[in-house]
DNA sequence: AAATACCCTACTGTTTTTGTCAAGTATTAT
DNA sequence: ATAATACTTGACAAAAACAGTAGGGTATTT
C-alpha cells in the first residue's frame, strides 16, 4: 500500500544529480536519462513541472542543462513530491479540492489526517542535501500530544 | 500523493462498526452496509480477507454476523491496511516479491524503507480500540538514529 | 422448508499511471 | 548566417490499478 508514483520517485533521482552539478554545473537531461535510467522524454514532463515550481531553472542552447534555484539544504523531499504528486492526502475527503459531507461524522477522519501530516513532516525534514550526504534520520515526529474527535 | 484505497478506507470503518459490536453482538454487513454507506457487495468482498486473514470471524444463518476474533485493543490499523492493500511499500524495489538491481547503487532507496517503516510503525500503535475511544496520538516514532547510506 | 446471512468467482467500466511522439523555441559556436 | 545543442509544449496511447456489480452457492436457524 501507499505506492510512490515513478514521477515521484524519479523526480527526487534528477533533482540529486542536477544537485550534484550545483552551483557550478548545469546537467542536461541526456546525462540525468543516462546516469539513473530514465528516457529523456519522461524526464521533460518531470523537469517542466519541477522548473515552473521554481526549484530549478534551465539554461538552453549547448554547454545548457538544469541548475537548482536554491541551494541543496533549501529544498526539501517534500516540495519535490508536492509538485510532482500533489499534496499527501490519503482520502479524497482530505484533498485541498474535494470536500466530503460525511466529515464530521466519519470515525477515521482524523486518523488519516493524522497520518497524512506525520508523512509531510518526515519529508520536510528531509534535504537534498541530506540525501546526497547519505544521512537522513527520523526525528521525533509529533504531530499532535493527543486528538479528541 | 500517497492516496489510501477504497477497500483499505472503507475496511477500517466496517472494523470500527463490528467492533462497536464486540464482543456480544455479531454485526451483519447489512448493518454496516447503512451505517457506513458501503454497498453489500463491496463489503462483502472485504470482510472475506479480513475473515481468511483470522481479525475477524463470521456466524451463517439468522442472528449471524461478523465479530472480532480478538479484542479490539489487540487488533492494530495496520494489520487491518495489511490485509486489504498488502505490507506498506512506497516503490515496487521495497516490494517483498520485486527485487531491483539498482538497489545497491540507488540513491533513495533508504529513504523511501525509512518513510515506509514510520507509516508502518505508527498505523501499528493504533488499534480499533483508540479508534473507537476517539484519541489517538502520535509516539515519537522513531525508525533509527541515523542511516548510513 | 423458508428465511436469513455469509461465501465465492467472474466480470466490467473507469480512472490513473506510465510513458511515447512530434513539432517548436531559444542559445551558442563557427 | 547556419548548424548544433538543449530545453518547451501538448497530444496521445497502452497498460495497470481501482471501484464496484452480478449472480449463484452454502450454512444455519426457526
Ligand atoms: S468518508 Fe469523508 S471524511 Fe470519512
Ligand atoms: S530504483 Fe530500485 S532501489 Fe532505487
New interface residues.
Given amino acids: ?5 515513478t514521477k ?2 524519479y523526480g ?2 534528477a533533482m ?1 544529480e542536477i544537485a550534484r552539478g550545483y552551483p557550478e554545473t548545469p546537467v542536461t537531461i541526456k546525462e540525468i536519462s543516462e546516469r539513473q ?1 530514465v528516457s529523456v522524454a519522461y524526464l521533460e514532463q518531470i523537469l517542466n513541472k519541477l522548473r515552473k515550481a521554481g526549484l530549478i531553472k534551465s539554461i538552453k542552447g549547448p554547454g545548457g542543462g538544469y541548475i537548482l534555484n536554491r541551494s541543496a539544504d533549501k529544498i526539501s ?1 517534500a516540495s519535490i ?2 509538485e ?9 475527503c482530505l484533498d485541498p479540492e474535494g470536500g466530503c459531507v ?1 466529515v464530521d461524522s466519519c ?2 477522519h ?3 489526517k ?3 501530516e ?2 509531510e513532516a ?2 520536510k525534514t ?1 534535504t537534498l542535501k541530506n ?2 550526504a ?5 526525528q ?10
Same sequence: chains 1, 2.
Fill in positions: 500500500m501507499l505506492r510512490l508514483s515521484g520517485q527526487v533521482r540529486y535510467d523531499i513530491l508536492n510532482l504528486e500533489g499534496p499527501v492526502a490519503l482520502t479524497s460525511r470515525v477515521t482524523l486518523l488519516w493524522a497520518l497524512g506525520q508523512v518526515f519529508l528531509i540525501l546526497m547519505g544521512d537522513f534520520y527520523s521525533e515526529v509529533k504531530v499532535k500530544d493527543k486528538v479528541k474527535v
